[in-house]
C-alpha cells in the first residue's frame, strides 16, 4: 500500500452541517474502499490566490491516508463528480514525505513547530 495525500477545495457558499457532511461522506469512502490510517486536517476558510467559479474563499481539508492505487482512481471520479468540491488535489508520498508528515503532526518541523522544542534546540546547540 503506498501512503497519499488529498486536500479538497469546497465551496464557501455551503453550510456547516453541510460542509461537514461532504467532508463525512470521502472520510467514509476511504474508509469503505480499504484506506487506513486515515487523518484529517480541516484548515477551514481561507482566501485563495485567484478566484475559482467567481469564489474568492473556499473552505480547505486534508486527508492522508495509506490505499492501493486503484482507490485513487475513484476517489478523484467521486471529486469530479461533486458539485460541492472546486478543486483537489492528491499526491503520492515517498518515504521522506511520510517522514516529513509524521513529524509536522508531532509538532517538530514547519510552521506549527513547538516553541517549547525550539528553547531546547538553542540550548543544545550553545552548550
Not at 474502499?33 to 480547505?60: D, F, Q
Not at 482507490?71 to 460541492?84: A, F, G, P
Request: glycine share 6%.
Amino acid at each position: 500500500m503506498n501512503r497519499y495525500e488529498t486536500t479538497i477545495i469546497i465551496t464557501p457558499v455551503l453550510s456547516d452541517e453541510d460542509m461537514k457532511s461532504t467532508i463525512k461522506t470521502y472520510h467514509e469512502f476511504l474508509k469503505n474502499n480499504g484506506a487506513l490510517n486515515v487523518e484529517e486536517e480541516h484548515w477551514g476558510l481561507r482566501k485563495m490566490a485567484y478566484p475559482i467559479a467567481k469564489k474568492n474563499s473556499a473552505v480547505y481539508h486534508l486527508f492522508e491516508f495509506s490505499a492501493p492505487g486503484e482507490v485513487i482512481d475513484k476517489l478523484e471520479l467521486s471529486y469530479r463528480r461533486d458539485e460541492n468540491i472546486l478543486r483537489f488535489m492528491t499526491v503520492k508520498f515517498d518515504k521522506y514525505g511520510v517522514e516529513y508528515n509524521s513529524r509536522r503532526r508531532k509538532g517538530e518541523v514547519g510552521k506549527f513547530k513547538k516553541k517549547s522544542d525550539n528553547k531546547k534546540e538553542k540550548e543544545a546547540n550553545n552548550g
